[in-house]
């Protein structure tokens, strides 16, 4: 650990070396020989290392700035030098990284005393298996004989021409593939888990938003294969055209499902239907322009305008969509602002690195990583977040469909779907129940002399009274109007009608004050068990609906029980 630590400050160090100055590689393990080149750019027509050496000597290029060298898009072909010391009086061996994957044309010469040692020719112009090294970056083993040696290399790309240049040895530079190999890991494994996960959930409950956040994290993960060269490497070695189009192409279908996925979760179509349909065109005009540059010859490095443009427009309208959510009183825009903040500082510093528009470094060109892990994690925190509000939602809605709105006692739909079950039980076991018709007496009178309100709230008062007086295994309903069910599982004719006299007394208890009069309840009951002779349970309720009718027949406030 303590010799990581001990390289990265070397490299950091010799990142302070300014043009012109020679590092010396004997006892630096890792440099950064790009603070110390000079570079020149192509004004017309290609040159040779011969021509680009002269203008060296006649003083026309220019010092390098950075360890990082950055020319922005479209830029013109581009002559490196950079000098390299070797001290010692033994040949050393060194790995040259250059750690950018899109560009098109590398021309690399090492010479010594106008001698050329070594001439490779690569970029993803060519097919993945013409390259010196097996290696996603652009590398090349240099042979650095003792005393100064000249490096010359031409760069040409409408790419961003970005050239994070690392020389160092075969071990140092094993070890930094390997650590970069493992952050990649990790942020792949991560990223296609929810991948998967979210796919799951769309098979299973079938909801667009789940599918479109699995699209929007598949789309990154090959947008990050295209332009890191794991793509290239190991998917598609011999696609060169698709290799130099793959990055503006993902960048743009990228940048599109996230805003897709963000009109879906945020439902932007209810809260700001003109913003949704402006986003949709948006969509649209880009990929059709996008679709127009493909056919046009040299339309690469309109499509890489476009495409970076695009990614930096789609961050603001993210942040944008979750403010109008917010405003809305969306519970969702909470996570997906704090998401959408990350990923939005993430993706800028990153595509603003590349492009050139802000100095390069590392972390900034991984930024991108971080931000979008954190931000795949928190929506799929939300997506989470709101599948249990639509579960509690539903359940809700499913208990409200079963309860009598005006008392809060189950409806006819919830009284058969509990009793069902135990009637089942007790007919195959043979076991007793009973069940009891309770009917208000003079109902209408009150509602005629009292108005509804009155008859409501004795309805309530009712149904208060009954659920504090039946048993815990009882099930009680509103039947209708002011008639109340009541099932008694496991419950003989005796005891039923026990059960029914201290209902009716509970009932003549209740007393409702209105219009400064105190109205008095009473109610008559009709009851019913089950015999042999009795198979289903609408037999036994019409049997307990008859004794209900022979109680009002005999003066109501009375229980009258079927007889055997």
């Excluded at 072909?77 to 010391?85: C, D, K, Q």
């Excluded at 010479?111 to 970029?123: A, I, R, S, V």
């Excluded at 130099?244 to 960048?251: E, H, I, S």
């Excluded at 789609?314 to 825009?333: D, I, Q």
Aim: glycine share 6%; charged share 15%; aromatic share 10%.
């Amino acid at each position: 650990m303590m010799a990581r630590w001990a390289l990265l400050l070397l490299c950091i160090l010799s990142g302070f070396a300014k043009a012109g100055d020679l590092i010396d590689l004997q006892h630096q393990p890792l440099v950064l020989p790009g603070s110390t080149a000079f570079y020149y750019a192509e004004t017309g027509q290609p040159i040779s290392l011969d021509t680009a050496r002269e203008a060296f000597r006649q003083g026309q290029f220019t010092p390098s700035s950075s360890p990082f060298l950055s020319f922005g898009i479209g830029a013109s072909p581009h002559w490196i030098r950079i000098a390299l010391l070797n001290s010692s009086a033994d040949e050393l061996l060194r790995v040259l990284s250059i750690e950018t994957t899109w560009l098109d044309h590398i021309e690399l010469y090492l010479l010594q005393d106008d001698q050329l040692l070594t001439q490779t020719l690569m970029g993803d112009s060519f097919p993945f298996s013409q390259r010196p090294l097996n290696h996603r970056y652009f590398a090349q083993t240099l042979t650095l004989p003792s005393g100064t040696t000249e490096l010359w290399m031409r760069v040409a790309t409408p790419d961003p021409m970005l050239l994070p240049l690392y020389l160092g040895s075969y071990q140092v530079q094993q070890q930094r593939y390997e650590q970069d190999a493992y952050s990649y890991g990790v942020l792949y494994g991560v990223m296609l888990a929810l991948l998967l996960y979210n796919l799951m959930l769309y098979t299973g409950i079938r909801h667009r938003q789940y599918l479109y956040y699995a699209i929007y994290v598949g789309l990154f993960v090959w947008l990050n294969l295209a332009y890191t060269g794991h793509g290239f490497r190991w998917l598609w070695p011999e696609a060169v055209t698709w290799q130099q189009w793959a990055n503006p192409v993902l960048m743009i279908l990228y940048g599109s499902s996230g805003l897709v996925f963000a009109l879906s979760f945020l439902n932007i179509r209810n809260s700001a239907p003109r913003l949704y349909q402006a986003i949709q065109w948006l969509c649209i005009a880009v990929i059709l322009l996008l679709a127009v540059l493909l056919l046009i010859p040299q339309g690469r490095v309109a499509a890489l305008y476009l495409a970076f443009s695009f990614i930096l427009l789609g961050t603001l309208l993210m942040l944008l969509l979750g403010g109008v959510a917010w405003r809305a009183g969306n519970p969702a825009s909470r996570y997906f602002l704090c998401a959408s903040v990350i990923a939005a500082l993430g993706g800028m510093i990153t595509a603003l690195s590349v492009w050139g528009l802000i100095p390069f470094s590392p972390a900034g060109y991984r930024a991108v990583d971080l931000g979008t892990m954190i931000e795949a994690v928190l929506l799929a925190l939300a997506l989470a977040e709101q599948f249990r509000r639509t579960q509690r939602q539903r359940l809700r809605a499913e208990a409200m469909a079963r309860l009598d709105p005006l008392t809060g006692l189950n409806n006819r739909r919830a009284f058969a779907e509990r009793v069902e079950p135990l009637w089942q039980s007790c007919v195959r076991y043979d076991r007793p129940m009973s069940l009891a018709i309770i009917d208000l007496d003079e109902f209408k009178k009150i509602n005629d002399s009292f108005g509804h309100k009155a008859g409501d709230l004795a309805l309530e008062m009712t149904a208060e009274a009954l659920l504090q007086s039946i048993r815990g295994g009882d099930i009680l309903a509103r039947w209708g109007g002011e008639e109340f069910i009541l099932f008694m599982p496991e419950t003989t004719r005796d005891e039923a009608v026990r059960v029914a006299e201290r209902l009716r007394a509970c009932i003549g208890t209740v007393q409702v004050r209105e219009q400064d009069a105190l109205i008095s309840l009473s109610a008559s009951i009709g009851v019913a068990a089950r015999d042999e002779q009795i198979e289903r349970l609408e037999q036994l309720i019409c049997v307990a609906d008859q004794c209900l009718y022979q109680a009002k027949m005999q003066g109501r406030n009375r229980v009258v029980l079927a007889h055997a």
